[in-house]
T-cell receptor, first 111, second 115 residues
Framework: QKEVEQDPGPLSVPEGAIVSLNCTYSNSAFQYFMWYRQYSRKGPELLMYTYSSGNKEDGRFTAQVDKSSKYISLFIRDSQPSDSATYLCAMKETSGSRLTFGEGTQLTVNP | IAGITQAPTSQILAAGRRMTLRCTQD?????MYWYRQDLGLGLRLIHY?????TTGKGEVPDGYSVSRANTDDFPLTLASAVPSQTSVYFC?????WGAGTDTQYFGPGTRLTVL
């Protein structure tokens, strides 16, 4: 069983839709949770960063962590065609810097 | 500021050949990483370096070697390439090793095909 599970999609939504992307994990030692965005044929770039449980909002993006359920989410409001990309969740323990990634969810926002 | 550069952009390689993927960063980051990205498996860590002069093994190190002679460069070598090493390879760097809040910055990737 993978440490981090992520639905690979693909996910296709109309412009303006609310998008929900999710990951589950099995390692209870994970404390830091990230979402990376990866455009086609590019390297991943950090989108959101959350420590422990709770919500974090940045513009149209909201990251949510529920450690009791070992479940994290990324919500995108008013989705735009420019949001079309692969979104990867990543997480790490408190010690060391090794990131464990989900396999990524491919999102397409149709105009 | 370029950030992280990788070379080559893509490469087709015969099995058994030796290949070095190059990675250079200009952010003076202490830590550097090599990942491979495969469909259905996501990003997996191959090797990392805490600081110049030190390296460590990641999740999938077999068949790969690295060196870190200075802060900026972190080459990845495939001593004798095999078809299972066909993948997209990403180099990354971060300011500090071990801190929870360090952000990893990724290069544009190298697409390697081993025939």
């Amino acid at each position: 069983q993978k440490e981090v599970e992520q639905d690979p999609g693909p996910l296709s939504v109309p412009e303006g839709a609310i998008v929900s992307l999710n990951c589950t994990y099995s390692n209870s030692a994970f404390q830091y949770f990230m979402w990376y965005r990866q455009y086609s044929r590019k390297g991943p770039e950090l989108l959101m960063y959350t420590y422990s449980s709770g919500n974090k909002e940045d513009g149209r993006f909201t990251a949510q962590v529920d450690k009791s359920s070992k479940y994290i989410s990324l919500f995108i409001r008013d989705s735009q065609p420019s949001d079309s990309a692969t979104y990867l969740c990543a997480m790490k323990e408190t010690s060391g810097s090794r990131l464990t990634f989900g396999e990524g969810t491919q999102l397409t926002v149709n105009p | 500021i370029a950030g992280i550069t990788q070379a080559p952009t893509s490469q087709i390689l015969a099995a058994g050949r030796r290949m070095t993927l190059r990675c250079t960063q200009d952010m003076r980051h202490n830590a550097m990483y090599w990942y491979r990205q495969d469909l259905g498996l996501g990003l997996r860590l191959i090797h990392y370096s805490n600081t110049a002069g030190t390296t460590g093994k990641g999740e999938v190190p077999d068949g790969y070697s690295v060196s870190r002679a200075n802060t900026d460069d972190f080459p990845l070598t495939l001593a004798s390439a095999v078809p299972s090493q066909t993948s997209v390879y990403f180099c990354a760097s971060s300011d500090s090793w071990g801190a929870g809040t360090d952000t990893q910055y990724f290069g544009p990737g190298t697409r390697l095909t081993v025939l």
